[in-house]
């Protein structure tokens, strides 16, 4: 059973351009996590998601920032017009329950 | 509020030595609770985590931690450390399902020989 796979690991995007983060959870797996980690800063919940359906997105910035999670295939966090302040790394962790989670590697999101 | 409190933003410990790392917590309902570790440009792996029973939990890599409610605290102790035991500890608080998990700061660790 793979873990949580995120892609890309890194990714640069110049000032106002999309940034697509992909999260594959764990096998068998129906709840999904985003979390961001700035420097020198713990992780901050942006997103609580199960399959097609945002049980809590108290975490997510109230524009530019979306999430979701398809019946099929991975969940996608998107950012639209990047700026730099969005420069960080994105984690994505995944539980069969929503107990216990599963962390991907992180994508790590350089705004030039 | 829920939240999550870990004092110590960074220690130093020489190699061999023992090693207490605290966690402060503040949540609203049965807390369940976890220590997580990260490398550098790594993600985050569980060493243990306390869902209820026994105070007292076993971890990975020779790690334990101990609930202690009147406390609100879950402080992780390693007998003797080891220098790969170098890396950014977080605990974090939450539900048994259904809500999201609140991380602390972290605590850096340093292992010197």
């Known amino acids: 059973n793979a873990g949580v796979m995120q892609n890309p690991r890194h990714l640069v995007r110049r000032r106002g351009q999309e940034a697509r983060l992909r999260c594959s959870p764990m096998k068998g797996h129906s709840h999904v996590y985003w979390y961001r980690q700035l420097p020198e800063e713990g992780l901050k919940f942006m997103v609580y998601?199960?399959?097609?359906?945002?049980?809590?997105e108290s975490g997510m910035p109230k524009e530019r920032f979306s999430a979701e999670f398809p019946k099929e295939g991975p969940s996608i966090l998107r950012i639209q017009q990047v700026v730099r302040g969005d420069s960080a790394a994105y984690f994505c962790a995944s539980s069969p329950d929503g107990g216990q989670a599963f962390f991907g590697q992180g994508t790590r999101l350089t705004v030039v | 509020a829920q939240s999550v409190t870990q004092p110590d933003i960074h220690i130093t410990v020489s190699e061999g030595a023992s090693l207490e790392l605290r966690c402060n917590y503040s949540?609203?309902?049965?807390?369940?609770l976890f220590w997580y570790v990260q490398s550098p440009g790594q993600g985050l792996q569980l060493l243990l985590k306390?869902?209820?029973?026994?105070?007292l939990v076993q971890g990975i890599k020779g790690f334990e931690a101990e609930f202690k409610r009147s406390q609100s605290s879950f402080n992780l102790r390693k007998p003797s450390v080891h220098w790969s035991d170098a890396a950014e500890y977080f605990c974090a608080v939450g539900a048994r399902t259904g809500n999201q998990f609140y991380f602390g700061t972290g605590t850096s660790l340093t292992v010197i020989p």
């Open positions: 306390y869902f209820s029973g026994d105070t």
């Open positions: 949540y609203g309902a049965t807390p369940y």
């Open positions: 998601l199960q399959k097609e359906n945002i049980i809590d």
